[in-house]
């Protein structure tokens, strides 16, 4: 009798604490995920009270983007050798590019022309993508452009291969924000088997073959495989972005901000609103700071597939942005999280940014090179609409008494 009330007692107990438990564990995750729906409501309440200031264009110099405007159609008779010399010593730990040199023009119709003397498989990442090397011995990296520009990529953020125009409009934008630490990138068309095949590595070759006379590769990367290859066209032809192939010693770190890539399964950052205090304790205020400006770039196209970043001489660089531009109609306000969790911003970048305004954005960057060849309007109009939920988060910030530096 006595044993069996012991066994009742401990198993009352144990129902006891798996109750308290169980609702401890719900009512802390219900809480959690309140948290961010309820910053994400905050900041679009914001976003429908913008004061004055966010929607009026008020003229700054920006002399960066003037001698940009100026030098990117001209075109200098320089060796080619020279040009990619000139283009090289732009690298340092404040820029990948110099948006006011007069042989910017040059560098980008170089990139567009140069001769491909060898072409090899850029192994790195995820993707297929080709690394070239043109007359002059520079190194270019080649996306091949697998969407028309008209294509909505459904999904996560993240989904669908990566995007030649993102890279291209990237660039475009470190331009207009004078954030010049994304490399120079042009659209280019080259011929697969004119072009590549006759230079190619053999590890190129072995990943080659013909469609119907036309040549095909399929690459050596993650995703890459013989049933989903990238052709060129029935003229022969396949255009994607040339990327100047930056030559420093770049550092790779994990983003703090990474996601699962799991269906079902979140990231701690994507549960606990609270999280930037855990990143203060690893890394800098500098290093947070950037990645801010990171995010708001990465806002902006919509790439939220930073899981890692780079940096050169302690400066964040913005590379790698092929995941942008997938679907107008939809903006990830979660790749704001560094933002809107931080709520650190310099000063400087609210200035570039409050230099956008007032429609400014999508005029300017409306007048960049073969710019309606990659973007659809939509994805103009949603340009526009994220740089207005940017200013909207700066908002919700003040009201925690935003951190400016």
Known sequence: MIRKRKLLSISVTLIVVFIFSTYYLLTTLTSTESEVRSTHEKIYHHLKNLPQLYKTHKPLENDAFDKFTSNVNVVINEDVAKVWQIANSWVSGTKLVDLESPFLGTVLSRLKTAKVVKADLDTRGTQLKFLLTLEGGQNVVFKPKWYDKSRVIEGPV???????????????????????LTPCSVERTLSLSRDIVPVATRRLLNTSFEINNRTCIFGKCFYCKREDPICEDENFSLTGAAIFNINAPLKSYRSPWQRTYKKN????????????????????KRRILDLVDASVFDF???????????????????????????NPNISHLDVLAPLYQCCMLR???????????????????????????????????ALEERLMIVFATIEYCKTLKLNKE
């Open 158 to 180: 993240y989904a669908g291969k990566d995007r030649h125009s993102s890279e291209i409009v990237a660039f475009y934008l470190s331009v207009l924000l004078n954030l010049p």
């Open 265 to 284: 399964k979140k990231a701690v950052w994507e549960e606990e609103d609270n999280y930037c205090k855990f990143v203060k304790e690893k890394i800098t």
């Open 300 to 326: 902006l196209i919509q790439n939220g597939d930073r899981h890692h970043y780079e940096t050169l001489h302690e400066s964040v660089v913005l590379i790698d942005n092929g995941k942008g531009f997938g």
């Open 347 to 381: 000063s400087a970048t609210l200035k570039k940014l409050l230099n956008l305004a007032g429609g400014q954005l999508r005029k300017k960057i409306e007048t960049m090179p073969d710019l309606e060849k990659l973007l659809i309007s939509d994805h103009l109009r």
